[in-house]
């Protein structure tokens, strides 16, 4: 399982909108569109154990 993963680098660290978590690309390309359409969001693994 992969995650999508967004740093707001004009946000500081635990401003609620410093990062943004998305479930599957569908969800991270609607928040794009209508937040920051140039912003990008980078794939990383889930960790289940």
Known sequence: MTVFVYI???KQVGDAD???V???VDAAERWFEENDPEGVAFEYDVIEE
């Open 22 to 24: 998305f479930a599957n």
């Open 8 to 10: 707001n680098t004009s």
């Open 18 to 20: 410093h990062i943004k």
